[in-house]
């Protein structure tokens, strides 16, 4: 028997219709934003990720030589793709805000909230170095998370590496292995921390004054207010925990200037979005210097932290299933079906050749709590018989009363 | 500058809302019908493939050893997947009713209505040899074009793959050779139609009977009176073009019985949609032998079809720009459009340093019907300017009069 590929998902219809409930949040957050949809291509040349993706997604990439002997690759993030879109596209009225909801692979250990195919929403302001546009994409990130019931449970944590890499140019710390320490250093313990900063040459003392936030305390930046406005803009249009974190660094990817992410307050999950301004990639790729911020949210940590929250949605249908008696009930079946649903009542028709009882027992199992039934007798009267599988109850009802009926399914 | 690869596509905000529609309608009518959705990886392994689908598909595939050295491939269709999920677990009751709309990447030469990686929506009943789960799909399938509006140009052609074979058994026709001949039979040309027949032994009246169909006339076949009871289960729900066509084969692969396809009335595009019965997949694939019937529906013809038809949906959005005359502006911008959201309208909120001239015509540019412009003042009375575009009149409002504002939007 084949099996499925490790670090893949098969999602059956409960998952899926909960995961579609979450995404579609999701997109009505970025449409209340006045963010519009865009999709790129899932395969994209190698040549694309090359000297801007971090070496790590370099290194996890799904690639190969395709049938013309081109490099290509599954796509790991969706910032280049936006670059080349952007890029080739000079008519483009900017600023733009895009999102985008789509797959992503990377080869990595799969473990709990990382898969090798992931799911990402990515959403992004292209073409304004304003403060306004770095604000309007993180009230975004916290109205996602408030429409999907969570915003209580988390705190952001926001930075710029421009402030950062002043502070580091002033105490004389050296940039990546400060930036390296920095990012795992609620992973590390104190004794790693230690032989990490010795081996590398860091002063711990001035290392921790950042780790800790107090090398902020009485200093005057103008990096550091853009930053504060920042956090008054998020603040003022939701209640959010929203601080600096000089920890916040965001690897050492392409990101220029302000960072994010979020993080359930326990941090018992790993962070479940972050995002930045990244300044350079786009005229990088060949187009003009086009500053852009945005940030992406994956579907693993997110749905473990909506799990875990009890807010994991669950679909409600109103559908019904309608059974035959006999032939004359097969052949009035579609007539019955359509005028349902066009009452707006689902209607899954039996397409089984069993019993009525077998019928009655497999609408159960699939948890309808009606069933239409149909058969000779209907067929005459024009009408159907509507059984409540809760209660047992059944009555006959003319087929020109399906409001009623759609009533009675709504309730149920 | 790096571009995009050969027979992949980029959508732009407007083609992706359009497409959005598209699909979102699709969705509808199998929920409507009872249909759930289920999604798996884009990735499987080359064995899924194996001696099931047949050799074009096998030869298109985008194939390669990922870095663990398996053989993977982005999967070329969505039939295998289904029959690995359904196998995999025990515990379903049937038959299931699923749908599934994915991303498939085929190898082949770009052309009108044909990319390297283009969109499906499959439908299944998976787990009935009842005619009632045929109809039941080809239902569905009219039911998708219905919402689509083009229901009325498009023709259903059904046959039986077991009804073709007896005649051809009785005939004396050689099985391959004559599918090979029909499946082409609108494409060739009569003389490369003779030539094919004379150089493989097949008597062209004989062919030339099952083509037209005339050799079903005084007939007495089970199995074409199970095709007769779909069409006229399609029928009596819907008016739909319907009928016998001899000809549809659906090429070499695992269909066992039942097939159909829905072509635009001229003949214009490719097939629109196609399916049909494979009662042997699934037990091939290490489950039991499950009976099933499905069909797919690609992005690309489809979306030429709805576009040379007039039916190609345009969202219409109950959105504004809001504009800001100073820094005042600026920080009351979160609270008016938090609450303009609330009452229903999406609010595209400026985020460049740009003048209120500038940013007037920015929103006449994205097409923006009206403006909400806030300053210094609307902050101290808490109220917006709103300006028609179009008109040019503007007025000062209350923001407590929102659900007033979203109606004007409405209008607009």
Known sequence: MVERLRGFRDFYPE?????RLMFDRMRESCLEFGFREVSGPSVESVELYANKSGMEIMNQMFSFKDKGGRDVTLI???TPTLARMVSARKDLVKPLKWYSIEK?????EPQSGRFREFYQ???DIVGSESYLADAEVTSLASDILKKLGIL???KFKVNSRILLDRILGEKGL???ETYLVLDRWNKMTDEDKEIYMKENGLDPGLVASIADGSVLNGLEDEEMQRIAKIIDYVKSSEMVDIDFDLKIVRGLSYYTGYVFEAWDKEEKFRAILGGGRYDEIIG??????TPSVGFAVGDAVLENILKSSGKWGKVKRKALFLAMVDDAGKEYAPRVSKTLRENGVAVDVNTAERGISKQLDYASKMGYGYVAIVGENEKRNGTIVLKNLNTGLQEELSLERCAEIAEKIEQS
Not at 15 to 19: A, M
Not at 104 to 108: L, N, V
Not at 284 to 289: D, F, I, M, V
Request: glycine share 8%.
């Open 76 to 78: 790991p993030e969706f």
């Open 15 to 19: 998952e899926q219709e909960s995961r």
């Open 104 to 108: 992503f692979w990377r080869y990595e």
């Open 152 to 154: 209580d449970k988390v």
């Open 174 to 176: 050296k940039k990546e």
């Open 284 to 289: 990088q790729l060949g187009g003009e210097k």
């Open 121 to 123: 929403l990515n959403a």
